[in-house]
C-alpha cells in the first residue's frame, strides 16, 4: 500500500513494498518531478513522525 501525508506545501510518501519514501515541494514541483529525500530531512523527519501519528489515530479506531 501507499500511505502520503500532505502539509502546507510539502508531500511525503511512503510504500510498503517498492521505492523508498518520497518528499515533493508541490508549490515548486506540483507535477511531483523531483524528489526532495535526501536533500531536506528535516521535512522528512517532521512529516514522517506526522504520518506515524495519524496512522496510529486511524488504527486506533479514530477520524482524521
Do not use: K
Not at 10 to 25: E, K, R, S
Not at 54 to 59: F, G, K, M, N
Amino acid at each position: 500500500g501507499i500511505a502520503a501525508v500532505r502539509d502546507e506545501d510539502w508531500l511525503y510518501i511512503t510504500y510498503a513494498t517498492g521505492p523508498g519514501p518520497q518528499l515533493y515541494d508541490v508549490r515548486n514541483d506540483p507535477l511531483t518531478q523531483t524528489d526532495l529525500i535526501e536533500s531536506r530531512p528535516e521535512q522528512v523527519q517532521r512529516l514522517s513522525a506526522r504520518l506515524e501519528q495519524l496512522q496510529s489515530t486511524v488504527a486506533a479506531g479514530g477520524v482524521v
